[in-house]
């Protein structure tokens, strides 16, 4: 059975920084691409972040101005998205996802299979 469970989620204040976590289970996660997706009130699901099996990474540069950092460990089958310098537009439930058959980072949301439950995180101005 496929599991991606999110944590870390919270109320900060506008500048804090945060990790949120994604932990996998149930399929091979370290040659699978993983992402990060959120989704605010009233608005579609957007890429943030991706990382292949390489490590290779890719931002949406728009949202994430070079304040956000995706990583995996892979001996913990663990996502990590390290957020600095959060603001008040960054509130969203963030979404961990895998693409496990693919073999480039995708910004589309359609092109993963598995995603987690999502966690909310709130930016207080």
């Known amino acids: 059975q496929v599991q991606l469970v999110e944590s870390g989620g919270g109320l900060v204040q506008a500048g804090d920084s945060l990790r949120v976590s994604c932990t996998a289970s149930g399929f091979t996660f370290r040659t699978s691409v993983m992402g990060w997706f959120r989704q605010a009130p009233g608005k579609g699901r957007e890429f943030v972040a991706g990382?292949?099996?390489?490590?290779?990474?890719?931002y949406e540069t728009e949202r994430g101005k070079g304040r956000f950092t995706i990583s995996r460990d892979n001996a913990r089958n663990t996502l990590y998205l390290q957020m600095r310098s959060l603001q008040p537009e960054d509130t969203a439930v963030y979404y961990c996802?895998?693409?496990?058959?693919?073999?480039?980072?995708?910004?589309?949301?359609?092109?993963?299979?598995?995603w987690g439950q999502g966690t909310q995180v709130t930016v207080s101005a």
């Open positions: 996802a895998a693409a496990p058959d693919r073999g480039v980072i995708e910004t589309s949301s359609n092109m993963y299979t598995f």
């Open positions: 990382i292949s099996s390489n490590y290779a990474t890719k």
